[in-house]
């Protein structure tokens, strides 16, 4: 019983240090250096995970605030299924408001449209990731990443599905993280979640040698003091 009560303080605290670019629903929103910019930017952060903004122009803004204008947004996208940027702005909107599944509706319309577009490759990946669907965000990660395969946050969000699935798959998680090192070696997000896939994996020794070079990064990263917690037990 101990042993099992080890392991679950483990999950917990993990789940407290991984970090991910997408979704209001995702795992830990409160540590991490800064925030993912748009979907497309791989040079790093700008909000907190957890406010990942929509893509397009004004697509995240809803009438500022107003249910008419939201409303009137969302028609226009109904009755006019070619207007790509009128399918982007209807599911900024219901992104906005946690409701993925709707926002996949408008997502799809806009596939139609422009079937290779990036950043609607990655939009779906992050709406289909906030719903669990990991294996079908997988899938959008790997369309996006053959137009960019440099884009250091979508093949870090990557690695993230393969660890979050059930059955999780470590290994493969830790070779995309390894691969978006090879992008940014010093991208500190990057390292935070391959350091924790370490840990679950048992690789303490990796897991150090990892940490050192994320307190070389930046020392006041806070989940720097849970991660040497993990490694003491």
Avoid: C
Wanted: cysteine-free; proline content about 5%.
């Amino acid at each position: 019983m101990k042993k099992e009560k080890t392991l679950i303080g483990i999950i917990g605290l993990l789940a407290g240090v991984i970090i991910g670019y997408v979704g209001t629903n995702y795992i830990n929103t409160a540590y991490g250096p800064g925030a993912p910019g748009s979907t497309a930017s791989a040079d790093g952060p700008a909000n907190l995970p957890g406010n990942h903004p929509p893509m397009g122009g004004n697509g995240g803004q809803s009438g500022s605030g107003e249910d008419g204008g939201a409303m009137a947004a969302i028609n226009k996208a109904r009755q006019d299924p070619a207007d790509f940027e009128a399918q982007i702005q209807a599911a900024n909107l219901y992104r906005q408001i946690n409701r993925n599944e709707q926002a996949l509706e408008f997502l799809t319309r806009a596939l139609k449209i422009k079937p290779n577009d990036f950043d609607l490759l990655v939009n779906l990946g992050n709406t289909t990731f906030d719903l669990k669907q990991y294996e079908t965000a997988e899938g959008w990660y790997q369309k996006a990443l053959q137009i960019k395969p440099d884009d250091v946050v979508v093949r870090m969000d990557l690695g993230l599905t393969w660890f979050l699935r059930q059955p999780r798959d470590i290994d493969r998680a830790i070779t995309e993280y390894r691969r978006a090192l090879a992008i940014d070696s010093g991208h500190e997000k990057t390292l935070q979640n391959l350091i924790a896939a370490m840990i679950e994996k048992g690789d303490k020794s990796g897991a150090r040698q990892h940490l050192a070079r994320l307190e070389q990064i930046n020392p006041s990263n806070q989940a720097i003091d849970q991660f040497k917690e993990l490694l003491r037990q």
